[in-house]
C-alpha cells in the first residue's frame, strides 16, 4: 500500500479503508493467552467442560479477540504519509457481540470516522473496527478505535 498523504484523509471519512487477512485463533493461541492474563476460566481452556456450556467448546477471551486488532490494523490501513509513530488513544465504544469458538478465523474490517487535527503534526483518527467470525452470521466486536498518529 502506498502511503496517503494527511491531506486526503478527510476525503475517506466514512468509508472502508481497509480488511485485514484472516486470523487463526487456535485451541494453543487461547491457552497462551489465559497464560498471560491469568484468566483460566473454564470455557476457554477447558474443552471437555465447555462442551457442557451453550457455546459447545471453548471459545477465544474477549480481549483476546480485541489485542488482534493490531495485528489486523497493520495488515489492512494504508500508512499515512510521513508518519514518525502511531499510539493507541483508546476506545470510544466496545461491543462484543458473539463468541469466537477455538478453531475460527477472525478478520477486522476498519472503516474511517473520523480525523481530527490536533496540532504539531498529531492527528487524531476514529475508525470504527469490525472484527468478522469467518462463516459467522454475527460480528465477535465492534468498536469505534482511537489511534494518534504523529507525522513529521
Given at each position: 500500500m502506498s502511503p496517503t498523504p494527511v491531506s486526503r484523509l478527510p476525503e475517506l471519512v466514512g468509508r472502508e479503508v481497509g480488511v485485514s487477512r484472516w486470523i487463526e485463533v487456535d485451541q494453543a493461541r487461547i491457552d497462551a493467552f489465559a497464560e498471560v492474563t491469568e484468566d483460566r476460566q473454564f470455557i476457554h481452556i477447558d474443552p471437555e467442560a465447555a462442551?457442557?456450556?451453550?457455546?459447545?467448546?471453548?471459545?477465544?477471551?474477549?480481549?483476546?479477540?480485541?489485542?488482534l486488532a493490531s495485528a489486523m490494523s497493520y495488515d489492512a490501513l494504508p500508512p499515512l504519509e510521513g508518519v514518525v509513530m502511531?499510539?493507541?488513544?483508546?476506545?470510544?465504544?466496545?461491543?462484543?457481540?458473539?463468541?469466537?469458538?477455538?478453531?475460527?478465523?477472525?478478520?477486522g474490517r476498519f472503516r474511517l470516522l473520523s480525523v481530527e487535527d490536533k496540532g504539531g503534526g498529531r492527528w487524531l483518527l476514529k475508525h470504527e473496527l469490525t472484527v468478522e467470525i469467518e462463516g459467522g452470521d454475527k460480528p465477535a466486536l465492534i468498536a469505534e478505535w482511537l489511534g494518534m498518529q504523529m507525522v513529521g
Open positions: 462442551k457442557a456450556t451453550p457455546f459447545g467448546g471453548t471459545i477465544a477471551h474477549g480481549f483476546l479477540t480485541l489485542s502511531g499510539v493507541n488513544y483508546g476506545f470510544d465504544k466496545l461491543r462484543f457481540l458473539a463468541p469466537v469458538p477455538a478453531g475460527s478465523r477472525v478478520r
